[in-house]
């Protein structure tokens, strides 16, 4: 991990189009203001991964009711023998 220290309006770039400045420092909380392109999606960790567990378990969903048709299709052609 990089560890860098930054002061209000200080600002640290990423690749070559995300620009990360410090915009506000109260305490223990520091405020930062995110330049990015917008194809490029920028969550708090916490919020990325709540979508990240949201895709896993509808992933699964479908998996389930996929194989819930094919037993259904399966039961469809036994009966028709």
């Keep these: ?3 860098l220290t ?7 770039i990423i690749g070559d189009d995300i620009e990360i400045t410090v915009v506000e420092i109260k305490g223990d909380h520091v405020k930062l ?3 990015a392109p917008r194809n490029i999606t ?3 960790k916490e919020v990325y991964l709540a979508i990240q567990r949201e895709n896993i ?14 037993k259904i299709m399966d039961d469809k052609k036994d009966k028709g023998r």
Excluded: C, F, P, Y
Aim: charged share 30%.
């Design 6 to 12: 930054r002061k209000v309006n200080e600002s640290i």
């Design 33 to 35: 203001g995110i330049t």
């Design 1 to 3: 991990m990089l560890v």
């Design 57 to 70: 378990v509808a992933a699964r969903s479908d998996v389930d009711k996929l194989s819930e048709i094919g």
């Design 42 to 44: 920028v969550h708090r």
